[in-house]
């Protein structure tokens, strides 16, 4: 690894050079493109980022889940030198190439099911989403989607209709696609009447509302994510997307999993609906398939992803060449070095210390996740009331400490983690302590 492994910090955080590009920054871009931690960076491997003024930062992010082999990941990047020298686009559409056919195979074979499968690829997360309802659109024949409360789906139009979250991602950014019905989520945390009863429930609630005011067979698709993301990493009560799956296989309608950020080994299996031992007709992924190159796509039943009349599907750069070869060195890493066990065993190291953590400081209402996608809940103490204040003040105190550390929820109020699945355990331990300090020292 050329980066070396350790945390440095030469200056405050941002440094001089990074609060200089940073005024740039303001000046050429929109402000509507916001950032975490405006720190600049050069290099960046392992769990580190380097920056414009030497400073070396944990990396408990990972480019939101993407960079799961590490940045600039060895496999992926002599996959990349040797495409890129050979040739850099043709459009599989007009004249086609191996590597996207290759990419199709492996997502046939590492998705959940062993139906016979088809896989599409586009370029970004949300593109795959709206290729998914496209797809069970044409399929059914019907039109209703279905989504639920702490969804994040993507920014585009279709897409933003399926996000539940209007700050920032859809204020004033309407109007938005029609069809979308909204219903609620299995959060254990937060409902009602206690964990115990919410997958009953919510599956109670959820089978009544579409009946109700959407009939099953209006219903093209549900569409969920098994641990949700920027929602604030809720993890649905035990049982719940089984049902919903189940319940979906009954009425026709096409069960799509969102696995954009959660899957390709994140969660510790390579994909999170297996854990729930959940097989979806569709799935999306994005983020973590090609190690930071931009790629996505769809994988799911044949008989759906056929039914779709040729020349339906696509797009200029959908499964790029070079994106395609990312994406082949990114899944043999993940195989070759075993990476769903790297996550179990990140979870191992992690969810102990942020339970300490929890029984300590009355702020953290709950600490969650599955594998290295972890997160913890802030609050008043004693209550459900969101507590973003404290949040926001312990993220800062990571960042001035040199430790990336992201944040998410509808509330704006959960602090969720996402390393390297190849970070190496001292770092791991370091970030940890960090984040210790910056709970003493905020709240
Ligand atoms: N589905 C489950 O997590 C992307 C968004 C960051 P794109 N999440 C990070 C931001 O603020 O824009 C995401 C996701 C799930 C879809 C998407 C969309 O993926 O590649 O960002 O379009």
Same mark, same amino acid.
């Given at each position: 690894?050329?980066?070396?492994?350790?945390?440095?910090?030469?200056?405050?955080?941002?440094?001089?050079?990074?609060?200089?590009?940073?005024?740039?920054?303001?000046?050429?871009?929109?402000?509507?493109?916001?950032?975490?931690?405006?720190?600049?960076?050069?290099?960046?491997?392992?769990?580190?980022?380097?920056?414009?003024?030497?400073?070396?930062?944990?990396?408990?992010?990972s480019?939101i889940a993407v960079v799961s082999v590490?940045?600039?990941?060895?496999?992926?990047?002599?996959?990349?030198?040797?495409?890129?020298?050979?040739?850099?686009?043709?459009?599989?559409?007009?004249?086609?190439?191996?590597?996207?056919?290759?990419v199709?195979?492996q997502l046939n074979e590492l998705t959940p099911g062993?139906?016979?499968?088809?896989s599409?690829l586009f370029?970004s997360g949300?593109?795959a989403v709206?290729?998914a309802?496209?797809?069970?659109?044409?399929?059914?024949?019907?039109?209703?989607?279905?989504?639920?409360?702490?969804?994040y789906h993507?920014?585009?139009?279709?897409?933003?209709?399926?996000?539940?979250?209007?700050?920032?991602?859809?204020?004033?950014?309407?109007?938005?696609?029609?069809?979308?019905?909204?219903?609620?989520?299995?959060?254990?945390?937060?409902?009602?009447?206690?964990?115990?009863?919410?997958?009953?429930?919510?599956?109670?609630?959820?089978?009544?509302?579409?009946?109700?005011?959407?009939?099953?067979?209006?219903?093209?698709?549900?569409i969920v994510e098994p641990i949700q993301g920027?929602?604030?990493f809720?993890?649905?009560?035990?049982?719940?997307l089984?049902?919903?799956?189940?319940?979906?296989?009954?009425?026709?309608?096409?069960?799509i999993a969102d696995e954009i950020q959660s899957g390709f080994c994140r969660t510790g299996d390579w994909f999170a609906c297996e854990h729930e031992?959940v097989v979806p007709?569709l799935i999306t992924t994005a983020k973590g398939i090609a190690g930071?190159?931009?790629l996505a796509a769809v994988t799911g039943?044949?008989?759906?992803?056929?039914?779709?009349?040729?020349?339906?599907?696509?797009?200029?750069?959908?499964?790029?060449?070079?994106?395609?070869?990312?994406a082949?060195?990114a899944i043999?890493?993940m195989r070759?070095?075993?990476l769903e066990?790297?996550a179990?065993?990140?979870?191992?190291?992690?969810?102990?210390?942020?339970? #300490?953590? %929890? /029984?300590?400081?009355?702020?953290? +209402?709950? =600490?969650?996740g599955r594998g290295a996608m972890?997160?913890?809940? !802030?609050?008043?103490?004693?209550?459900?009331?969101?507590?973003?204040?404290?949040?926001? #003040?312990? %993220? /800062?105190?990571?960042?001035?400490? +040199?430790? =990336?550390?992201?944040?998410?929820?509808?509330?704006?109020?959960? !602090?969720?983690?996402l390393?390297?699945l190849?970070?190496?355990?001292?770092?791991?331990?370091?970030?940890?302590?960090?984040?210790?300090?910056?709970?003493?020292?905020?709240?």
């Amino acid at each position: 690894m050329t980066v070396p492994q350790h945390r440095l910090l030469k200056t405050e955080i941002p440094g001089p050079r990074s609060r200089d590009l940073q005024a740039r920054k303001l000046a050429a871009v929109s402000s509507g493109v916001g950032t975490t931690l405006p720190v600049y960076v050069t290099r960046a491997g392992g769990g580190i980022l380097e920056d414009v003024d030497g400073n070396r930062l944990i990396d408990f992010g990972s480019g939101i889940a993407v960079v799961s082999v590490g940045n600039a990941a060895p496999r992926v990047v002599s996959a990349v030198q040797e495409q890129v020298a050979d040739f850099t686009h043709t459009c599989f559409m007009v004249t086609p190439y191996e590597e996207y056919v290759a990419v199709a195979e492996q997502l046939n074979e590492l998705t959940p099911g062993t139906h016979e499968k088809r896989s599409a690829l586009f370029n970004s997360g949300a593109e795959a989403v709206e290729n998914a309802v496209k797809i069970a659109r044409h399929a059914t024949g019907r039109q209703a989607v279905v989504a639920f409360d702490h969804a994040y789906h993507g920014r585009t139009n279709l897409t933003m209709a399926l996000t539940a979250k209007n700050m920032p991602y859809k204020h004033r950014f309407g109007p938005f696609a029609t069809e979308i019905y909204r219903v609620p989520m299995a959060y254990p945390f937060r409902w009602p009447t206690g964990p115990e009863r919410c997958a009953e429930e919510a599956f109670d609630t959820f089978v009544s509302q579409v009946h109700t005011q959407v009939g099953e067979s209006n219903v093209a698709a549900v569409i969920v994510e098994p641990i949700q993301g920027e929602g604030g990493f809720i993890v649905p009560a035990p049982g719940f997307l089984r049902s919903v799956a189940s319940w979906c296989a009954e009425h026709g309608i096409v069960f799509i999993a969102d696995e954009i950020q959660s899957g390709f080994c994140r969660t510790g299996d390579w994909f999170a609906c297996e854990h729930e031992g959940v097989v979806p007709d569709l799935i999306t992924t994005a983020k973590g398939i090609a190690g930071g190159l931009p790629l996505a796509a769809v994988t799911g039943r044949a008989e759906l992803m056929d039914a779709v009349h040729g020349g339906g599907l696509g797009g200029t750069y959908g499964g790029n060449p070079v994106a395609c070869a990312a994406a082949l060195g990114a899944i043999e890493t993940m195989r070759a070095e075993r990476l769903e066990q790297r996550a179990r065993r990140i979870e191992a190291v992690m969810r102990p210390r942020l339970d #300490a953590l %929890a /029984a300590k400081h009355d702020v953290i +209402g709950d =600490v969650r996740g599955r594998g290295a996608m972890l997160a913890v809940e !802030l609050v008043e103490p004693g209550t459900l009331t969101p507590n973003p204040t404290a949040m926001a #003040a312990v %993220a /800062a105190a990571c960042h001035q400490q +040199g430790l =990336v550390t992201l944040t998410a929820g509808t509330y704006g109020n959960v !602090l969720r983690f996402l390393p390297p699945l190849v970070i190496g355990e001292d770092l791991l331990s370091e970030g940890l302590d960090i984040l210790e300090g910056a709970f003493a020292s905020a709240l």
